[in-house]
């Protein structure tokens, strides 16, 4: 993968978790738990997402 590609798929991922997470948390009420939990997941599942391309052009 590209680093031009993974830096936009992080930024699409994360724009996206912070904006559903928001809503979830407004429509809930509740403390930015979901923002947090989204964060994370978009992260984390970036980095796999470009270790297992990595890995398959290896």
Not at 23 to 52: A, C, M, Q, R
């Amino acid at each position: 993968m590209k680093p031009f590609t993974f830096s936009g798929v992080l930024l699409v991922n994360i724009l996206l978790s912070l904006f559903l997470g928001y809503k979830l948390d407004e429509w809930l009420n509740t403390t930015p738990i979901f923002i947090i939990v989204g964060l994370i997941y978009s992260v984390v599942g970036s980095i796999y997402i470009l270790l297992h391309k990595a890995n398959k052009h290896e």
